[in-house]
């Protein structure tokens, strides 16, 4: 039995370091050649009190949403009662949408920073302060 659970060990901390990680895009290995990536849509675009939506270049499968889902769900100011863990992301569209806590700060540059160390680009997001839709581009 102790042979089974040593090579259980072995094995499990094999996978843990030789496979891919979810947030790192370049790094797994699936393709996305029968994948048409299509330009993203930045209008159009409706925001519920309490969420923002971020068009996102290159999430184009639910693999490629995972680790961005992962990531965002991280942040302080994340409603993870909502959606799941907080992060709704449709691949169609290329769009997330995140529930933000209330009475939180919000911080749309950790949102731009957790995207991009994920191997995606934010284009653009959107949310509302005081009511009026604001519109964030990230920087360089």
Do not use: W
């Not at 925001?47 to 996102?56: K, L, P, R, S, W």
């Not at 863990?85 to 995140?98: A, D, L, M, N, S």
């Not at 540059?109 to 519109?135: C, H, M, R, W």
């Amino acid at each position: 039995m102790s042979n089974f659970i040593t090579l259980f060990a072995a094995f499990a901390l094999f996978v843990s370091i030789a496979a891919p990680s979810y947030a790192q895009h370049d790094a797994h290995s699936h393709d996305h050649e029968n994948i048409e990536i299509k330009p993203v849509d930045t209008g159009n675009v409706e925001v519920m009190d309490g969420e923002a939506v971020i068009i996102v270049q290159g999430i184009v499968c639910s693999f490629c949403s995972q680790g961005v889902k992962k990531k965002l769900s991280k942040l302080p100011f994340i409603d993870d009662t909502r959606y799941s863990k907080g992060v709704k992301v449709e691949i169609e569209i290329q769009r997330v949408t995140i529930a933000i806590k209330p009475d939180t700060e919000f911080d749309m540059e950790q949102v731009f920073k957790s995207i991009k160390s994920g191997g995606y680009e934010p284009v653009v997001a959107y949310n509302k302060v005081a009511g009026d839709l604001v519109t964030v581009y990230p920087e360089g």
